[in-house]
């Protein structure tokens, strides 16, 4: 489906980052992870601030894109292809892993969210942005199905081992091409790895 969705010549969820993230950059350090980074956009955005990402997908077709990106950008990035319902993220590597609209059904989310939390460094940023359960109404963007929504609660009890920076669910607009357009509901999240 992804790899069918990206195949258009233009960048579905458009080239410029997701504004939660670009609101909160400055906090990051790298090496970060993107999850479910499909174009390109958000590593490419990072990678523009000097932090060395990583950008993982399920799509061969997106990430061919994101580093046709990151050309035309002048900036490098590193990809790989997995599939996030069984992706395992290297043990206290990361400074920062970003999930931005990485929607899973609710148990791989959990299990991702488990390893995620074990892949940060002692310090380490999570910051995430999905849409909430209140979103599967709205036809302005997420999945269809109510257990890949998120609760701002469901997303506070998976990282048990960091310090909550931020966590609420707002409604907001999201311009981010054409499948991500309109008001939505979302849970925005920040959490710090504590040290052990």
């Not at 670009?22 to 590593?43: F, I, T, Y």
């Not at 990430?63 to 292809?81: D, M, P, S, W």
């Not at 997303?155 to 048990?160: A, D, G, L, T, V």
């Not at 409604?171 to 979302?186: C, D, M, P």
Request: proline residues 4%; contains cysteine.
């Amino acid at each position: 489906m992804w790899d069918e969705r990206y195949s258009d010549e233009n960048y579905v969820y458009g080239t410029a980052p997701n504004t939660f993230l670009a609101e909160h950059v400055q906090m990051l350090q790298g090496p970060v992870l993107s999850l479910a980074e499909g174009e390109g956009r958000n590593a490419v955005f990072m990678a523009s601030h000097g932090l060395d990402v990583l950008g993982v997908d399920g799509s061969a077709v997106g990430l061919a894109k994101a580093r046709q990106l990151a050309q035309r950008h002048g900036v490098t990035i590193r990809v790989e292809q997995a599939d996030l319902a069984s992706y395992v993220p290297p043990e206290a590597t990361f400074g920062a892993v970003v999930s931005i609209f990485g929607h899973l059904p609710g148990q791989a989310r959990k299990r991702l969210h488990a390893l995620v939390e074990r892949s940060l460094r002692p310090g380490g940023i999570f910051l995430l942005e999905s849409y909430s359960k209140a979103q599967i109404d709205r036809d302005t963007g997420g999945p269809k199905n109510l257990d890949m929504l998120v609760r701002r609660e469901d997303i506070e009890r998976e990282f048990q081992a960091c310090e909550i920076l931020l966590s609420q669910e707002i409604e907001r607009e999201v311009i981010e091409g054409q499948f991500h357009t309109g008001l939505a509901s979302v849970v925005q999240f920040i959490a710090r790895k504590k040290a052990p």
